[in-house]
Every structure is written in C-alpha cells, then in structure tokens.
C-alpha cells in the first residue's frame, strides 16, 4: 500500500473491452526484424487507451509510481450467474478463464508508457483485479509516489 502520494495522480475510466498483450512473434522482412502481437486488437486497446489520456490532459510522470487497473469484462452467456447452483463459482461467477490477468495489465501498462509515466519500469507497486460488469473498460489509477514512501 502506497504511503504517500506527490501529488501527481492520474485517476479516469476507459471504455472499451480491455485486451491482453499476446505473445510476440518476430520475422524478418526485406532483412529487418519485425516484431507483432498475436493479438490484432491490441493495437487498437492501446490506441484507445493513449486516446482518453489525451483527452483528460495528463501530464507525464517522471518518478516512481504505483498502479491500479481495475478491469471489468463483458460476461458471456455461458457464465451467467445461477443464484442456486450447488457450485459457489457459478452463484456469483469470477472471470478466472482467459484473458490472464497478468497479460491485461501487460497490454494496458504497455499503453501508458511515455503517455502517463516514463516507462513501466518505474512501476514500484500493482494492484490489479477482473471481474465481469456492466461498464466494461478499465479503472486507471497512477500515483506519483514520494522518495522512499513504499515500505
């Protein structure tokens, strides 16, 4: 848990279905190396993403950060909830099927770079979660945080 926060913090919601990063594939083209996601709509997430920083005038944070990504998926059909279910997961259901947490955050931490912090190198604490929703997007939550301020 974060200390203390500078006073930078960058706080907005993003709507759209959130998108993994994939794993990469390189190949050589005309004798360079080309490097792609096997997600085609990765780009277009990161686009979108880029787009509401734009929108809400972020200023790019330079020091350490903290990050929230609160992301809220669409519920298929097959996952609806069955309030009498013998089976707790299917009462309330939980997204623990694809896309991996940890690839969401990949692919919109990837989004953030150079748009609301140098580089992602300078995430110093996550905290992520997925569940499914209605408002289907991601909650973006950056904190600048104070020299020495993560215990």
Request: aromatic letters at 6%.
């Amino acid at each position: 848990m974060p200390q203390e926060v500078q006073g930078k913090v960058i706080n907005l919601f993003v709507s759209g279905v959130p998108q993994p990063k994939g794993s990469s594939r390189a190949f050589m083209a005309h004798g360079r190396p080309i490097i792609t996601s096997t997600n085609k709509n990765l780009k277009s997430w990161e686009g979108i993403v880029r787009n509401a920083l734009g929108m809400a005038s972020v200023d790019l944070i330079k020091g350490p950060v903290t990050v929230s990504l609160w992301f809220t998926l669409p519920q298929p059909q097959t996952r609806a909830a069955k309030p009498r279910s013998a089976d707790p997961r299917k009462r309330i259901p939980v997204p623990d099927t694809k896309p991996d947490l940890d690839k969401l955050v990949r692919g919109t931490l990837d989004a953030l770079n150079k748009v609301a912090f140098e580089d992602d190198a300078r995430v110093v604490q996550l905290d992520a979660f997925k569940k499914y929703g209605d408002r289907v997007g991601v909650q973006i939550r950056v904190e600048e945080l104070k020299e020495n301020a993560v215990t």
